[in-house]
């Protein structure tokens, strides 16, 4: 068959492939999005829900939310569940990383390549899609093939690239070959990103320690028996299941015990048990200005809005890459002018909105990430209404949910943002919306998909994980008082929260409500059973629940203290 169309494009991944092009407008994020063992699209407010991505071509603007997405593209890759290709609009890093582990570490490729805007527009009528290097072509379905391997591909567009000394060192093998297998992907990162030179930095806070399937430990346990150590601190996000009460839980045993082996891989290699989504709420988080990488979406948009730190959207596999050498690429939001907003949101004809204040800056969040998309927002009109530091971590986990910007700035609360000037580029020209009232109702309404007249099985919080001003005020509601019996209700919330919380009494007052307290896990990550499949209708304090994976279940915003009897 004679190509009709075709096009040039950017060699993010070099390769050949062709097959029935699956394509949409609408980003989407693998995890939470996509299903690791089957390769069916999962999220149910996406326009793929309910399609498969084997032996497809993938053409969508890029990746979103969180950064274990990498993950997800390595499950499928080694599990023959994945896409033949990947196309995408814009610079998309957490997709391509996946597929650059994928190739370094078990010899499995795929092409990835970005299309112009309009060309990408064209090309979502096709029904075959054919890569060749930077040649797409659709409607042609002939094997194309090319010479030039990812190695040599990027050896050719890292020759630019400023090495130190030790960098070089660190690639020989001097300091091992972990050490070597995790530059050459700091390097392959890097020249995705154009960057002209590495940098130190402070601390790593690693996701990739969640467990996604086989293949995301057997490549934690690979490096570690290539004697990989971590050179910088490093704290890990939440694990697959609570470490201590896994096997009380009831948690299968087969996955129990992969996700504690790759836990325990990562502390062996010097990570430390932090087991949290929200290290922000650690004593060892960074501060203004400091050079960090983490990944983790809400955890990296906190740091880099809320504690004013500097840190791109790591992909999961680059954070430990990143743990192994102390070094990153410098680009992103690590420089000062990729910092800047490119549209400025009004929110002032919103803040009359009647809702509690927890419901009002999750939901404020999840609105403006889906008016952002991949921009840099700056906010204006939330002055008179202040956040507090939990309505920050709400903001920013429903934000990242949708957006796949890496932060946003709020005019006089976030520590950039002492006026509009400072954060915004390009003034004259910078897109400017107002919201209005319908705008936040919408977004309220896209999250609650249950009706008004309900039995609720579950109340979720914590995600992100509670924090000790949280478990506080949950206390004074429900203190001396026990629970619905046929409501479970269950607080998920980091190691050191969990301390502090038994410390103070806490958790035994929680506990005497009805309520159970799980460490280390998050709501991403919880399934059977705990969460019992008969529960239909879950109520949560509207940060991120609704969106975890595999969640078929309906979901309504907590506008009122649980049930008591």
Known sequence: MASTHSYDSLVLVPGSASGTLLSSNLELSFWGGVNSQSGEIIDRHHPLSGKHLQDTILAIPGGRGSCSGSGVILELLLNGKGPKGLVFSRSETILTLGVIVANEVFGKLIPVVQLGVEDFGRISTAQNVCIDGSHVAWDDLAELKTGESLQKFCARRTADLQLSEIDKAMLSGERGEACAAAMRIVLEMSRLLGTEKLIDVKQVHIDGCVYTGPGSLAFAERLRGLGGKFVVPTTLNSISVDQKRWRAQGVETSFGTAADKLATAFTDMGAAPTFTCAPYLLDSAPKRGDQIAWAESNAVVYANSVLGARTMKYPDFLDIAIALTGRAPYGGLHLQENRLAT????????????????????????????????????????????????????????????????????????????????????????????????????????????GDELDIGLISLGNPHFSLREMRRLVSICRGRKKCLSVAFIICCGRATYGLATQAGLIAELEYFGAQVVEDTCWCMIGEPLISKDIEVIMTNCKICSLWPGNYWQTLPLRKPPDVR
């Open 343 to 450: 549209v400025v949101i009004d929110t002032a004809c919103i803040l009359t909105a009647t809702m509690p204040d927890d419901l009002f800056y999750a939901a404020m969040g999840y609105c403006i990430g889906r008016v952002s998309g991949s921009q840099i927002p700056a906010i204006t009109g939330l002055e008179s209404r202040p956040p507090s530091t939990d309505d920050l971590k709400a903001f920013g986990a429903a934000f990242a949910t949708v957006s796949s910007s890496p932060m946003f700035h709020i005019l006089g609360v976030t520590p950039e943002a002492d006026t509009l000037e400072a954060v915004t580029a390009a003034s004259e020209r910078i897109k400017k919306v107002h919201l209005i009232p319908e705008d936040l109702d919408a977004s309220i309404d896209a999250l609650n998909t249950a």
